[in-house]
T-cell receptor, first 111, second 117 residues
Framework: GQQVMQIPQYQHVQEGEDFTTYCNSSTTLSNIQWYKQRPGGHPVFLIQLVKSGEVKKQKRLTFQFGEAKKNSSLHITATQTTDVGTYFCAGASGGSYIPTFGRGTSLIVHP | GAVVSQHPSRVICKSGTSVKIECRSL??????MFWYRQFPKKSLMLMATSNEGSKATYEQGVEKDKFLINHASLTLSTLTVTSAHPEDSSFYIC?????????????FGEGSRLTVL
């Protein structure tokens, strides 16, 4: 079945440093979504990418979808303590509209 | 944005009892809802897809007789953990997608932390 791998599992950064999490799929995706889960909270939708090579920005967050639609990344510029949480990618492929979640990357920002 | 309410947020029960968790979409209709289990510092493990008016579709390895799912209306799905045991203790989260968009974002409930003594 479809597998979505996400790295790294954890990332410690000093406030102000950049952060990137990477997502790779074993199959070509029809779309990829990104979610953020704050400690003790539930996942909240951030964005969805659909097109090959697509790049979207939300303030300090930049999301990319690979040309082959098998990988994606989330980059945060100049992290802040409010960025703390676990970031999940979720990809759907083929005729399935059920997204498969990556393992998540937990971001810890040190002030 | 859309709101999904999950209840109860925390439940403690004795081994052998059954626990029901409700997931409601408050301001939209959801033909499909999903149930996940999340272990500490782990990812979301999809347990089953709940389809309104029909049987749930369970993922491989999930016991359908153990985790009963009912999706009686377009705004409500329930997960019943039957004859709960300590190994069933976990964080259970539901999500819903608006009926009008098959590929749209998922709206998650707040989650239910189950502790089985």
């Amino acid at each position: 079945g479809q597998q979505v791998m996400q790295i790294p599992q954890y990332q410690h950064v000093q406030e102000g440093e950049d952060f990137t999490t990477y997502c790779n799929s074993s199959t070509t995706l029809s779309n990829i979504q990104w979610y953020k889960q704050r400690p003790g909270g539930h996942p909240v939708f951030l964005i969805q990418l659909v097109k090959s090579g697509e790049v979207k920005k939300q303030k300090r967050l930049t999301f990319q979808f690979g040309e082959a639609k098998k990988n994606s990344s989330l980059h945060i510029t100049a992290t802040q303590t409010t960025d703390v949480g676990t970031y999940f990618c979720a990809g759907a492929s083929g005729g399935s509209y059920i997204p498969t979640f990556g393992r998540g990357t937990s971001l810890i920002v040190h002030p | 944005g859309a709101v999904v309410s999950q209840h109860p947020s925390r439940v403690i029960c004795k081994s052998g009892t059954s626990v029901k968790i409700e997931c409601r979409s408050l301001d939209f209709q959801a033909t499909t809802m999903f149930w996940y289990r999340q272990f500490p510092k782990k990812s979301l493990m999809l347990m089953a897809t709940s389809n309104e008016g029909s049987k749930a579709t369970y993922e491989q390895g999930v016991e359908k007789d153990k985790f009963l799912i009912n999706h009686a209306s377009l705004t409500l799905s329930t997960l019943t953990v039957t004859s709960a045991h300590p190994e069933d203790s976990s964080f259970y989260i539901c999500s819903a997608r608006s009926s009008s968009v098959d590929t749209g974002e998922l709206f998650f409930g707040e989650g239910s932390r189950l502790t089985v003594l």
